[in-house]
């Protein structure tokens, strides 16, 4: 269970669980942004996850089911590697990417819903012209870091 009030262990004041917006962070070639994150909030806006494996449980639910969605290539060649269209199999040019961003509504727990967007380039396949990522474990491998800077970056602690 979230607990939705809490004291503030730097400042003494009471938290409350709020939604903060935005929080955002980057790693690679990925860019998170969390809106209406739930979070444990003081009056001195100092900010605590709104249960202790708040990043855990998040990482897990993307990480799975969520990310599968988004259109991704597939990662070929040990020593010389290369990408391959996730549709048609044919080589991906390492030419021009253009940005998009995959939203994810998200409902952890008990907790009010948010939602996490995740920007990245995209690649188009010159045969069949579909638009996709390059590697779904390389995207995979970003989260994690890109979702930590996101949280550093908004002071937003376990504890
Ligand atoms: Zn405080
Ligand atoms: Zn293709």
Known sequence: MAETRATCKRCQATMTLQSVDPVCGQHGVLKVTLLQLPALVCPNMHMRFAVPDFPALLL?????????????????????????????????????AREDTFDFDIALKDLSPFRVELTLPLYQCPACGKEQIRSLPELRKLVAPAMAHAFEAAGLHPR
Not at 78 to 83: G, R, S
């Open 60 to 96: 897990e639910r993307l990480a799975g089911e969520d990310m599968t969605k988004v259109p991704a290539g597939e990662k070929r060649g040990l020593l010389f590697k290369h990408y391959h269209c996730g549709a048609c199999g044919s080589k991906l040019g390492s030419g021009e």
